[in-house]
């Protein structure tokens, strides 16, 4: 399979010596769905910068699905649809002018771009808003709006730079539907974000970078899978005396709820027979914290501290 | 995409443009025509009835070919380095650097749309200067050729000032400091001869000598200069800003990290 963009030895020192990306090695599969991950000031939007060639690179190569950034650099470009960390289209053109014009900048037509405009538009719910200026739109709109430019000239590769900040979570889900919908139908799509959940969902594959270097670069499944233990909230029905579990490790928070920490190969069923001999029933059970976010922490944790030792 | 302008590209830049400053037209096109409307009233018909001729013509019919030029050289300026430095601030020119667009279209797409402005302005100015004074024509590819190698010469100037600019402050200093004074003092109101040698002397380093006296000589006949002079300097600089444009946009002075 073709790869949609592979990155070698990419450094980028900006001018004052700043190091943002001190040799990212990355490979992204055509039709993956990656999140790429990493606190802020990792060199996220620093790689995408470089990728899509609005920071220039100190040292390494970049290939989208085979065309090198330095001697094919408009084939690059044509591959690529780019949906920005923050807002950047001009607040007084109007929906339809934004995404018409951007077409345009690509060598699309403008009937044709008027054609996809609508297409668009429409599947993220901004055609009744075509006519209104870009500035009168919700935050969520505004964000839409930015997925429907970099689409316009229909992109093999569409990078995301956190597209769901500050969306509320019913937008949210239904840009995620569309971002599915789209990598279904053949688009590569690379993402970054905050919000773990985010990734965990919608992603397949998974880089997480920190200090301008990828600490991990794995398959989402696999990374999941280093999770030891879990934590699980579970909702009891009343009884008279506390419960007592003797197989994993519990924590009674009130006469309702205990929280228990479950090793992965020891499985739940033990915590459930100690309760039902106990006469104790199970309403409802929960996890306690998002998985992923759990495993980011530790391993950018352990990344820094393996740095200092060394 | 080899080649280097890319045609619906610079299209799309052109009409974006174009867009821009008939959206916000009371801004753009109505103040140059009551500014001149007033330099015509007040230098024109109140002060110039009292100064006779110059140039063999009267005051009159020698300013109006300077103050259209005025207008143009104003307009193309300002049009090019209000919209460059706004995109550069807002970022929306992001648009068109991730895109395949080569640096040259960029370049001819707000060039072109600085010289449209300063056209419609140039001709709204020479409909109003008809209410004061009859026109003659002496020479239409002169004054087609000059106010168009004018036009883009500042816009090329309003591009290279919003690159390297980092504040809206920066886009007003060039022309209340330079622009304002070269313009004043380019022969717009007076013909240079009237000058002592020396400060005539001094005048021939000013560009827009060149400029107004090709274009007066478009119309009256009449030029301190002689018009293949002032083509020659206008081609000249042209260039010079044009590959000097080229040069940053391609390195990213003020537009790449």
Redesign the interface.
């Known amino acids: 399979m073709t790869n949609a963009l592979e990155i070698k030895g990419l450094r980028k020192i900006?001018r004052g010596g700043l190091v943002a990306l001190k040799g990212v090695d990355l490979i992204v599969r055509e039709g993956d769905f990656y999140a790429l991950l990493g606190p802020n000031g990792a060199g996220k939007s620093t790689t995408i910068?470089i990728i899509?060639?609005?920071?220039?690179k100190t040292e390494g190569s970049v290939k989208v699905f085979g065309y090198d950034l330095d001697t094919h650099?408009?084939?690059v470009?044509?591959h690529?649809g780019?949906v920005?960390q923050?807002f950047?289209?001009?607040?007084?053109?109007t929906v339809e002018?934004i995404v018409v014009?951007?077409a345009?900048?690509?060598?699309?037509?403008?009937k044709l771009a008027r054609e996809r405009a609508e297409k668009y538009l429409t599947q993220l719910g901004l055609w009744e808003k075509r006519d209104d200026r870009a500035r009168t739109l919700s935050g969520g709109m505004k964000r839409r709006l930015m997925i429907a430019?970099a689409l316009l000239?229909e992109p093999k590769l569409l990078i995301l730079d956190e597209p769901t900040a500050g969306v509320d979570i019913e937008l949210r889900r239904s840009m995620w539907e569309f971002l599915t919908r789209i990598n279904k139908q053949g688009v590569t799509i690379i993402l970054t974000t905050h919000y773990l959940e985010e990734a965990e969902m919608l992603c397949r594959n998974i880089g997480i970078i920190d200090k301008g270097q990828i600490i991990e670069n794995t398959t989402m499944k696999s990374l999941l899978g280093k999770l030891n233990i879990e934590t699980f909230v579970l909702d009891l029905e009343s009884s008279e005396k506390a419960p007592d579990i003797k197989s994993a490790t519990a924590r009674i928070i009130d006469d309702h709820t205990i929280e228990v920490d479950v090793a992965k190969s020891a499985g739940l069923n033990s915590v459930f027979n100690e309760l039902s001999e106990q006469g104790i029933k199970v309403l409802s059970m929960r996890n306690k914290a998002n998985r992923l976010e759990e495993l980011f922490v530790n391993l950018v944790e352990q990344g820094r501290e393996t740095k200092e030792q060394a | 995409?080899?080649n280097p302008i890319?045609f619906?590209?610079l299209?799309?830049?052109w009409?974006?443009e174009c867009?821009?400053f008939l959206?916000i037209w009371v801004q753009t096109l109505v103040p140059p025509a009551i500014t001149m409307t007033l330099y015509f009233i007040i230098f024109g018909s109140l002060i110039g009835s009292r100064i006779g001729e110059m140039g063999g013509v009267s005051y009159m019919e020698f300013i109006v070919p300077g103050l259209i030029m005025m207008s143009v050289i104003t307009n193309a300026y300002s049009n090019v380095a209000a919209s460059f430095f706004s995109?550069k601030f807002?970022?929306?020119l992001?648009?068109?650097?991730?895109?395949?667009?080569s640096n040259i279209t960029i370049i001819l797409g707000y060039v072109g749309g600085g010289v449209a402005r300063s056209l419609i302005v140039a001709v709204i100015v020479t409909i109003v200067s008809g209410f004061f004074v009859e026109l003659n024509i002496q020479s239409y590819g002169m004054i087609i050729i000059t106010v168009l190698l004018t036009a883009t010469l500042f816009a090329l100037g309003g591009l290279l000032n919003a690159m390297f600019a980092k504040t809206f402050d920066d886009i007003s200093i060039i022309p209340t400091f330079v622009l304002t004074p070269l313009t004043y003092l380019g022969g717009v109101f007076y013909s240079i001869t009237l000058l002592p040698d020396f400060w005539q002397a001094v005048s021939q380093v000013n560009p827009i000598i060149y400029m107004v006296n090709g274009f007066r000589y478009g119309f009256i006949g009449v030029s301190d200069i002689a018009p293949t002079v002032a083509i020659g300097v206008l081609v000249i600089f042209n260039l010079a800003f044009f590959v000097l444009a080229w040069w940053l946009l391609r390195r990213?002075t003020g537009t790449?990290?």
């Open positions: 900006y910068g899509s060639s609005l920071v220039n650099i408009n084939e470009k044509q690529i780019l920005p923050e950047n289209f001009n607040q007084f053109e002018q014009n951007q345009g900048y690509y060598g699309v037509s403008r430019r000239h | 995409m080899k890319h619906t590209a299209k799309t830049i009409i974006k867009t821009r959206r995109a807002q970022r929306n992001e648009e068109m650097l991730v895109a395949p667009v990213g790449r990290t």
